[in-house]
């Protein structure tokens, strides 16, 4: 069993549509829950970060986590066609310096 | 220019051959990672460097060598090419270790290496 799963999509959204994309870990130790976003033939850049349980929003962005259930989800409100792209969730242990990346999920969002 | 690359962009080679694919940074980051992208599996660390002549084993080490003479630099050599390690390599540097500081892990353009 891998310890981070995705759907690998596509998630196929109409531009505007708020895009929901989720995410299960199966180690507890994980502490900070990091999402990285890849646009096709480019390396990942960290969109955001959460530590712990809870919600933290950044502009349309919006990341929740609830350690309990070992789930995460990243929100895009308002979406736009330059949101096309791949998201890698990847939770992060600092004990042993442990960061575990997603399969990534392809999310298209259509004009 | 200022930022991270990776040569080549793309290389095809065959079963046995010793490749060497090249990680450049202008940041002077003290940290530099190799990692291997591979469909179903996400990232996964081959190797990282925190400093000019200091690297360690990442998840996947197997099969990879590193160097870091110049904290400029960080080839990653295959020295007999398999099949399994057609991937899509990346090299990221960083001022600091933890992915969680204030200036992240900085990512390349990627190498696509297909093995014959």
């Known amino acids: 069993q891998k310890e981070v799963e995705q759907d690998p999509g596509p998630l196929s959204v109409p531009e505007g549509a708020i895009v929901s994309l989720n995410c299960t870990y199966s180690?507890?130790?994980?502490?900070?829950f990091m999402w990285y976003r890849q646009y096709s033939r480019k390396g990942p850049e960290l969109l955001m970060y959460t530590y712990s349980s809870g919600n933290k929003e950044d502009g349309r962005f919006t990341a929740q986590v609830d350690k309990s259930s070992k789930y995460i989800s990243l929100f895009i409100r308002d979406s736009q066609p330059s949101d096309s792209a791949t998201y890698l969730c990847a939770p992060y242990k600092a004990a042993g310096n442990k960061l575990t990346f997603g399969g990534g999920t392809r999310v298209l969002v259509k004009p | 220019d200022a930022g991270i690359t990776q040569s080549p962009r793309y290389k095809i080679t065959e079963t046995g051959r010793q490749v060497t694919l090249m990680c450049h940074q202008t940041w002077s980051h003290s940290y530099m990672f190799w990692y291997r992208q591979d469909l179903g599996h996400g990232l996964r660390l081959i190797y990282y460097?925190?400093?000019?002549?200091?690297?360690d084993k990442g998840e996947v080490p197997d099969g990879y060598v590193v160097s870091r003479s110049k904290t400029e630099n960080f080839p990653l050599t295959l020295e007999s090419a398999t099949r399994s390690q057609t991937s899509v390599y990346f090299c990221?540097?960083?001022?600091?270790?933890?992915?969680?500081?204030?200036?992240?892990?900085?990512f390349g353009p990627g190498t696509r290496l297909t093995v014959l």
């Open positions: 180690n507890s130790a994980f502490q900070y």
């Open positions: 460097s925190a400093a000019a002549d200091i690297t």
């Open positions: 990221a540097s960083s001022p600091a270790n933890s992915p969680i500081s204030t200036d992240t892990q900085y």
